[in-house]
């Protein structure tokens, strides 16, 4: 391909690609082929029309079609790894999410970095030349074909970005980054307006709720195969960093954060379903030691590492002294603190109540029964914006607030009026809103709630 001109004098010839299917539209110059590595974003429909517009007098143009890729298309079977009898996965719209092509994988946003993403070790293994993120995807055909986000909400990955571990549970993971669109000159933060926040450690609040959302496989209806769904379900355990939660995925969710519900903080990145053949579906911890390396260490510096938008990198914003490649001797650099040892500037950090201090770091964190029935360890502030209660115990004169109240002896709880039902829930949570606590029956089918008798309906 040879595009002449100067795109930079406003003299460069370009290329204009439409959909024939829905007029999406993708205009290249030879700045913008260069990011996309002569490749285009995906197209819908049987045809696009490919127009060379050149400027006269800047000399010669050629365009040569090498390879068409078309018809990306996924089989609809594979294991849905669904924990229960239920597929209780729902659409989202969640902006933080991407969907990954031509590798099948989700990836998500994090921590305010304006071009970064996370996603699986064995999706980055398999990224090809031409992998691109895409964000705001569509339903899919009725036959379940995936249908593409127009060209403004696809972005191509930088090769030299990509840093990855593909050595099975708990060392699963993949950093990369990607160009600004070249419709629209945004990052996909910019873009999207948020970003995943990762923990700074990961607790063992076993029996708290988990939420993953991404691209999986899905049959039923086929439109929403590969486009964002999202479920919620119990975190049941770490076993080094290896996570274990009850939460429904299928094949293509591979990537998508494990984040902690209502802390709004990412435990890990979800690997493996094994809930078909365990009983549990499995990620790598995100303090896995080398993705807190390649998070603190990219490899693209400019793609990844400044939250804050200070013009000084993360590492260099907390450290002058930092060990990655690169030096931090600059202006204003180590002018940030790190409560969390995370390797996020606190400024950038979830702020609740926008004290100053980040949630993770604040020192009311304690148990918190949530309206469903579930009890968390969260903050104060986190626990009433999900419109819950935070528990406390009268030691003398003072209120005392304690994560044991969330222990993981959690059995059925038959809750009465308003709630007239039965969760399975701490004693403590139970105690708080009145309910018969059942020591030890561990399944609400097996316990024996009171039939509550309820006024006629009203004529």
């Not at 924990?83 to 991407?98: E, F, I, M, N, W």
């Not at 607790?203 to 919620?232: K, M, V």
């Not at 579906?281 to 490899?299: E, R, S």
């Amino acid at each position: 391909m040879q595009l002449s001109g100067s795109p930079s004098a406003g003299n460069g010839s370009f290329l204009r690609i439409t959909s024939q299917a829905d007029g999406a539209e993708q205009v290249l110059n030879s700045s913008a082929l260069a990011r996309w590595g002569n490749t285009s974003a995906y197209f819908n429909g049987e045809a696009v029309l490919i127009e060379l517009f050149a400027r006269a007098g800047t000399g010669a143009n050629s365009l040569l079609l090498q390879e068409v890729v078309a018809g990306i298309q996924s089989e609809l079977e594979g294991p849905l790894n669904i924990c229960g009898p239920t597929d209780d996965r729902v659409p989202s719209t969640d902006p933080r999410a991407a969907r990954i092509l031509p590798a099948g994988c989700t990836g998500f946003l994090f921590n305010q970095r304006p071009n970064c993403l996370l996603t699986a070790g064995h999706c980055g293994a398999v990224f090809s030349p031409s992998e691109v993120v895409e964000f705001n995807v569509p339903d899919s055909n009725p036959n379940g074909t995936i249908r593409n986000p127009p060209p403004k909400d696809q972005y191509p990955v930088e090769q030299a970005s990509i840093q990855f571990q593909n050595f099975g549970l708990g060392n699963d993971w993949c950093q990369f980054g990607v160009s600004n669109n070249t419709t629209t000159g945004l990052s996909p933060l910019n873009a999207q307006g948020a970003s995943y926040n990762l923990a700074g450690f990961v607790p063992t609040d076993y029996g708290s709720t988990l939420r993953i959302t991404g691209y999986g496989l899905d049959y039923s209806p086929p439109e929403h195969n590969q486009t964002l769904q999202t479920a919620a379900g119990q975190y049941l355990g770490k076993d080094g960093t290896i996570l274990k939660y009850f939460v429904d995925t299928a094949v293509y969710n591979s990537g998508s954060a494990v984040e902690h519900v209502p802390k709004g903080l990412v435990y890990g990145i979800h690997t493996h379903g094994y809930c078909l053949s365990e009983g549990v579906n499995k990620g790598t911890a995100i303090t896995q030691v080398f993705l807190q390396h390649a998070i603190a260490c990219p490899l693209v510096l400019n793609v990844c590492t400044d939250c804050n938008g200070n013009g000084i990198l993360d590492r260099c914003d907390l450290n002058c002294a930092s060990s990655c490649e690169g030096g931090c001797n600059v202006p204003g650099c180590g002018g940030s603190s790190d409560c969390n040892s995370n390797g996020v500037p606190d400024e950038c950090e979830p702020d609740c109540n926008e004290n100053g201090v980040p949630d993770e770091c604040e020192e009311d964190e304690a148990a918190c029964c949530l309206p469903g029935g579930s009890c968390v360890v969260t903050t104060a502030c986190s626990c009433a914006l999900a419109g819950g209660t935070f528990l406390s115990e009268e030691e003398g004169e003072t209120l005392v607030y304690e994560e044991t109240f969330c222990d993981t002896t959690q059995r059925a709880c038959c809750r009465p009026p308003p709630y007239e039902d039965c969760v399975v829930t701490s004693g403590p949570c139970c105690d708080a809103v009145g309910g018969t606590f059942w020591e030890n029956t561990l399944t609400c089918a097996s316990a024996n709630c009171p039939s509550y008798d309820r006024p006629p309906p009203d004529p």
